[in-house]
């Protein structure tokens, strides 16, 4: 059993960290950590994701988002505890896209792209997104990548937050550019586009 995404569970064996970096009254704080080690990506994230396209057996959107509900969940080759365990998610609350059902077991899609199969009990409706690597820029030498988390829904708004790639976003609703998260104690705005975990143009409520 390989435990690839081990990536996604907070410790000190991963080569590459992700944490939320808040700015209040100057005073620069650390909302919340994980550590994620590097994998190859498989596919493309951000704008131009797959959109919902049709139905499952359950009467919802296939693919549509979810999220983990356990801080561990096995990712099998099949629908069924007799396959083969590809990897484990070790962090509950991550983004997943559900690709296909078939009876209690959903076939999901990662934000690398990686595709297995995993027990329906193990997710939740819950939305939520991860901020992507591609959409915090460039930056200087030394210096970290962040997304600003704003208080209105305007790039021009002040930033109550700097979070980095990776940060697991609450999200609260959305109108298809804009999306009103929640991080920590911390809650406001940050592009659509710049997460993974909700479509191009979706609206939640």
Same mark, same amino acid.
Request: include cysteine; proline fraction near 5%; aromatic fraction near 6%.
């Given at each position: ?6 990536? !996604?569970?907070? @410790? $000190? ?5 992700? %944490?939320?970096?808040? *700015?209040?009254?100057?005073? =620069?704080? #650390? ?21 919902? !396209?049709?139905? @499952? $057996? ?5 693919? %549509?988002?979810?999220? *983990?509900?356990?801080?561990? =969940?096995? #990712? ?32 999901? %899609? ?7 199969? =995993? ?87």
């Amino acid at each position: 059993m390989t435990t690839r995404c081990d990536r !996604y569970r907070a @410790g $000190a064996h991963s080569s590459t960290g992700i %944490r939320a970096i808040v *700015l209040v009254a100057g005073v =620069v704080a #650390v909302l919340a950590a994980a550590t994620i080690s590097s994998g190859p990506l498989h596919a493309q994230s951000g704008p131009g994701a797959t959109q919902p !396209y049709g139905v @499952g $057996a359950t009467g919802l959107p296939l693919p %549509r988002f979810v999220s *983990l509900k356990s801080d561990r =969940v096995q #990712v099998r080759q099949g629908p069924g505890t007799d396959h083969k365990v590809l990897w484990v998610f070790s962090r509950v609350g991550l983004p997943v896209e559900i690709m296909q059902e078939f009876e209690n077991w959903r076939q999901i %899609r990662d934000q690398d792209g990686s595709v297995g199969w =995993v027990a329906h009990a193990l997710l939740s409706a819950r939305r939520t997104a991860v901020v992507l690597a591609w959409a915090a820029g460039q930056q200087a030498k030394g210096t970290t990548r962040t997304v600003p988390l704003h208080v209105e829904a305007s790039t021009s708004a002040n930033s109550i937050a700097l979070l980095e790639p990776g940060v697991v976003c609450d999200i609260r609703n959305c109108d298809g550019r804009w999306c009103n998260v929640s991080v920590g104690d911390y809650r406001g705005y940050i592009e659509q586009a710049k997460l993974w975990g909700v479509y191009p143009g979706e609206a939640i409520k």
